[in-house]
Nanobody
């Protein structure tokens, strides 16, 4: 069982920045593929970014050039640096770990972009 705890969400003005963190349990974190998803109000959950155990990254077109996913295997933590935030980035952001064919999800952290 892998437990994930997200943090770092909050209220930010358009153009601002936030950094989300996701702390994971488990001694083999370095082997997990980690990802951030988000679910805007009234919409379906969507992939934002992912990072493999080898460090390869993938981003949704809507966040390319603005968001950066990274991981610190020594701290069992994955990050999402979000810059140049837009109104449409408002959502609950979820962390996901994929390991041995099983997906684990955190409970999410709310990001609200508003003036």
């Amino acid at each position: 069982q892998v437990q994930l705890v997200e943090s770092g969400g909050g209220l930010v003005q358009p153009g601002g920045s936030l950094r989300l963190s996701c702390a994971a349990s488990g001694s083999i974190f370095r082997l997990y593929t980690m990802a951030w998803y988000r679910q805007p109000p009234g919409k379906q959950r969507e992939l934002v970014a992912s990072i493999t155990s080898g460090g390869s990254t993938n981003y949704a077109d809507s966040v390319k050039g603005r968001f950066t996913i990274s991981r610190d295997n020594a701290k069992n933590t994955v990050y999402l640096q979000m810059n140049s935030l837009k109104f449409e980035d408002t959502a609950v952001y979820y962390c996901k770990a994929a390991v041995v064919g099983i997906d684990y999800w955190g409970k999410g952290t709310l990001v609200t972009v508003s003036s």
